[in-house]
């Protein structure tokens, strides 16, 4: 549910590169085609689609926590 809401709200540029790389399977080739951008944006595009999942699912277990934390 919180990987959901992540996904919806990751800029657009990244999401479409990472949803049909890493979800549908495609190519670097094929999903610039389907893009219309670079192979190169695309594998740059991936990347920093992992970093910021990266960053937001570190941020999310820090508050969860912290929330923890404060609970008890």
């Known amino acids: ?15 479409e590169v990472f949803m049909l790389i890493t979800v549908d399977g ?3 080739k094929e999903a610039s085609e389907m893009l219309n951008i670079s192979t190169e944006t695309s594998r740059s595009q991936l990347h920093r ?8 699912l570190d941020r999310n277990k ?3 926590l912290s929330n923890a934390l404060h609970t008890r």
């Open 1 to 15: 549910e919180d990987l959901l809401a992540m996904l919806a709200s990751m800029p657009s540029g990244y999401k």
């Open 49 to 56: 689609a992992k970093l910021w999942l990266k960053e937001h």
């Open 26 to 28: 495609f190519s670097h």
């Open 62 to 64: 820090s508050n969860a």
